[in-house]
């Protein structure tokens, strides 16, 4: 099990690497780079960079456990056409009209090269701030017989909780690793991690990477 907030995880203790995956989300050049979506939007992409260690011994052990690793990529078409006009206005506003941010034909999109992806991960490319919402993520976790994912990535008050709470709706056994998530907002993160643990854990549990990284560790020794 792995030592966390409100309750040790899984609340059954059935942690089973097969049934398990490690969910990356949006660790994007968009959301990291001085020159992305998040930094034009004003906000400091330095706190999203700073989980990166974390997030990649969080893959390498998860890899080693059997455990899947899903990275999930935000943007547009290139031609916008999935792009809602409130969506389009919010871009003109923010003075990104006319420029490859957020698509998926600019450079942006890309998943930070200081990320570890391997040919075997899963990648999701979603529009919305949810990772269930118009992708077929639900459909590759129920094919392989996921039923526990662990949290990861930016930013924790956005597109992680989003994905979090519809992940707990369709009664996912869930962990939020609170050192391998960020925000340009350190008060939204606070509060996004607060609410996990809230109602004896209503979106799930929290704890760090250490944490998840022993308990990983510990169930790859059991199947050696």
């Given at each position: 099990?792995?030592?966390?907030?409100?309750?040790?995880?899984?609340?059954?203790?059935?942690?089973?690497p097969q049934?398990?995956?490690l969910l990356?989300?949006d660790?994007?050049?968009d959301f990291?780079?001085?020159t992305?979506?998040?930094a034009?939007?004003?906000y400091d992409?330095?706190?999203l960079?700073?989980?990166?260690p974390?997030?990649?011994?969080?893959?390498?052990?998860?890899r080693a456990?059997?455990?899947i690793?899903?990275?999930?990529?935000?943007g547009y078409?290139?031609?916008t056409?999935?792009?809602?006009?409130?969506?389009?206005?919010?871009?003109?506003r923010a003075g990104?009209?006319?420029?490859?941010v957020?698509?998926?034909?600019?450079?942006?999109?890309?998943i930070?090269?200081?990320v570890?992806v391997?040919?075997?991960?899963?990648?999701?490319?979603k529009?919305?701030n949810?990772?269930f919402?118009?992708t077929?993520?639900?459909?590759?976790?129920?094919?392989?017989?996921?039923t526990?994912l662990?949290?990861?990535g930016?930013?924790?008050?956005v597109?992680v909780?989003?994905?979090?709470r519809?992940a707990?709706d369709r009664?996912?056994?869930?962990l939020?690793t609170s050192?391998?998530?960020?925000?340009?907002?350190?008060?939204?993160?606070?509060?996004?991690?607060?609410?996990v643990?809230?109602?004896d854990?209503?979106?799930?549990a929290?704890?760090?990477s250490?944490a998840v990284?022993?308990?990983?560790?510990?169930l790859?020794?059991?199947?050696?």
């Open positions: 099990m792995i030592k966390a907030i409100p309750f040790d995880f899984p609340y059954d203790g059935r942690l089973e049934h398990a995956a990356v989300i660790l994007q050049e990291l780079s001085p992305g979506y998040f034009r939007k004003g992409p330095s706190p960079r700073a989980i990166l974390a997030v990649n011994r969080l893959i390498a052990t998860a456990a059997g455990v690793v899903i990275h999930t990529r935000q078409r290139a031609d056409a999935d792009m809602t006009p409130y969506e389009k206005w919010r871009r003109k990104l009209d006319g420029t490859d957020l698509l998926r034909s600019g450079p942006g999109f890309q930070c090269a200081d570890d391997k040919p075997q991960d899963i990648i999701i490319d529009t919305c949810s990772a919402t118009y077929d993520l639900e459909m590759v976790l129920r094919a392989r017989g996921i526990h662990l949290f990861t930016c930013t924790t008050d597109c909780h989003t994905t979090l519809e707990c009664n996912f056994q869930c939020t050192d391998a998530c960020a925000s340009g907002d350190q008060y939204a993160h606070e509060a996004a991690l607060h609410m643990t809230v109602e854990g209503i979106f799930g929290l704890g760090d250490e990284i022993v308990a990983l560790r510990q790859a020794d059991a199947a050696r």
